[in-house]
């Protein structure tokens, strides 16, 4: 998901981006829109991956985002406009939030993974808007397609590199009046923290297993991350499918699960409001 305005990059590395882009269109000569890509590390480092002089799909967000048309400012301004003839001279920090997020089209490739890489995989976007983060998050799951459950069984299934985070999405969801199910390994780590949690097979463990539980309706939203091990990958694959074909939500990183758990707190407390 994309956040407007952002939610996790700093202050600091916000200023070397703009720092950065203003410096490459004008000695790019750009005039009209420019598409730069940048990552920043954990430690707050920011890198250039690429900068193209055209726009992007994240610009039809933008737009709508700040209230500005600006595909239809860029054309002007190719056109022999100024951005003061446009009076668009400032930028634009909105009063609300909007997410934008991916739609993904899994369920029309049997047999592909849910879990992301670096290739392009959208075949659409949507987006949510509202006065905080975590409502227009699940505004934006919403329209995706991800129907995000008040109750039920949650699903927990993290390898040995985001354990760490078990205890905190556990108590998220179970702040939320979830129950939790998981497989060996995670419900030891949150038994060792006096989480309530029950065990359920793997895949290639056993029956009944967690597959089970999906297909009788029992899971109501998974949280699973990719494992080194053979046997644990080929699970995982087949627990991602059959959550896709069973509908079940699916969540495949820690920042995910963490802020779906604050999407559905607020879908809880806060009615969604329709505006035509």
């Known amino acids: 998901a994309c956040s407007l305005p952002t939610k996790s990059v700093s202050a600091s590395c916000l200023d070397t981006i703009r720092s950065w882009t203003t410096k490459l269109a004008k000695r790019l000569n750009v005039c009209g829109l420019m598409n730069c890509q940048y990552a920043i590390t954990a430690s707050g480092d920011v890198f250039l991956l690429e900068a193209n002089p055209r726009a992007s799909r994240t610009v039809p967000f933008v737009s709508k985002a700040i209230g500005h048309p600006l595909a239809k400012y860029a054309c002007l301004v190719m056109s022999g406009k100024s951005l003061a003839d446009l009076n668009f001279t400032k930028e634009v920090i909105p009063k609300h939030v909007s997410v934008k997020e991916a739609v993904l089209p899994f369920e029309k490739f049997p047999g592909a993974d849910v879990l992301l890489g670096p290739e392009m995989r959208s075949t659409g976007e949507v987006m949510g808007i509202a006065f905080d983060f975590s409502l227009s998050f699940a505004l934006a799951q919403i329209a995706a397609g991800q ?47 006096g989480i309530p949690v029950e065990r359920v097979l793997k895949l290639h463990e056993g029956r009944p297993h967690a597959g089970d539980m999906v297909s009788n309706g029992q899971i109501h939203l998974m949280v699973i991350t990719s494992s080194g091990d053979t046997l644990d990958q080929k699970d995982g694959r087949q627990l991602r499918r059959m959550a896709l074909a069973y509908k079940v939500p699916i969540v495949t990183t820690v920042a995910g699960a963490l802020v779906t758990a604050e999407a559905i707190r607020s879908l809880k407390s806060s009615p969604i409001q329709m505006y035509a």
């Not at 949650?154 to 205890?167: E, R």
């Open 147 to 193: 129907k995000l459950p008040f109750s039920g069984t949650v699903f927990l299934s993290l390898n040995d590199l985001t354990k760490s985070h078990l205890p905190a999405i556990a108590r998220s969801f179970l702040g939320l009046g979830f129950n939790i199910v998981a497989t060996s390994g995670t419900a030891r780590v949150l038994e060792l923290e």
